[in-house]
């Protein structure tokens, strides 16, 4: 089977928790696809002025899925977007900012804006510390622009809050986005890579895909090549048969000509 391009979620997977930059190797074998005529694509729940920092020495090499399929860029420009329906985004936001227990903030993402609704409990730090451009709301109606995605920080853990908010707003893929993220978006990781390789060229069958949680469920489900992270849920780990503790070593062993497809 060919690979004709690599997608990799970030948080718990390239970017394993507690690490805040990536590592040199990625890059070289980044520069080593292109070299192949293998493209990559960050897959992220992250805005792309975030991710296009963390690939800058790379960035000519990439393209950008954002806010979880949300948004896609490539060489600066937005190849696609799905906005959310405006009163369902400010339901939802309004939601959970009330039914949180006074434990939740809330993100709204606009094409490259992150917008927050904040209690002083860690989403400002944290979106500041990640390199979203961001500024302050106090209700979803100021947001100038469409909205993409519907976030809540949890800082106390997903745990409590998933049964609750999870199912009531399934219509908009809430899902589990790391230990501390609930995120909604009428896009998700498998319609933004579907959309790429349809105006790339490319069948989804020749992609490879790394992810670690259930938001990249989507896009694990579609491709040829799907590897879950060793540290995943191990419900996820049941449901793939490709595992890796990190996409750098499966990368490493596919480029020497070990891999999958050798």
């Known amino acids: 089977m060919s690979v004709r391009m690599v997608c990799s979620d970030l948080d718990g997977t390239l970017l394993q928790y507690g690490k805040t930059e990536i590592g040199g190797e990625i890059f070289d074998q980044i520069r080593a696809l292109a070299d192949r005529g293998i493209l990559f694509c960050p897959a992220s729940g992250r805005q792309y002025t975030s991710l296009r ?152 069958a020749e992609v490879m895909a790394f992810g670690d949680n259930y938001n990249d469920v989507s896009m694990l489900d579609l491709v040829g090549l799907p590897y879950i992270m060793d540290a995943a849920a191990e419900e996820l780990r049941r449901r793939y048969a490709r595992h890796t503790p990190r996409p750098e070593d499966t990368l490493r062993a596919f480029l020497a000509g070990a891999g999958d497809n050798a």
């Open 53 to 204: 920092k963390l690939f800058a020495p790379v960035a000519e090499h990439c393209v950008f899925l954002c806010e979880n399929g949300g948004v896609v860029f490539r060489d600066g420009q937005v190849l696609a977007k799905t906005p959310m329906p405006r009163d369902l985004a400010e339901a939802i936001a309004w939601d959970l900012w009330t039914n949180s227990d006074g434990r939740g903030e809330v993100m709204l993402s606009g094409e490259n804006m992150s917008y927050l609704m904040e209690r002083g409990l860690g989403v400002h730090d944290r979106i500041h510390q990640i390199g979203n451009r961001h500024t302050l709301i106090a209700d979803p109606a100021a947001i100038p622009e469409d909205i993409v995605k519907v976030s809540v920080y949890l800082p106390d853990g997903v745990g409590a809050y998933v049964d609750r908010f999870v199912p009531k707003w399934a219509r908009a893929n809430a899902a589990v986005a790391g230990p501390y993220w609930i995120d909604t978006t009428l896009a998700n990781k498998g319609a933004g890579v579907a959309g790429l390789c349809a105006a790339l060229g490319i069948d989804p």
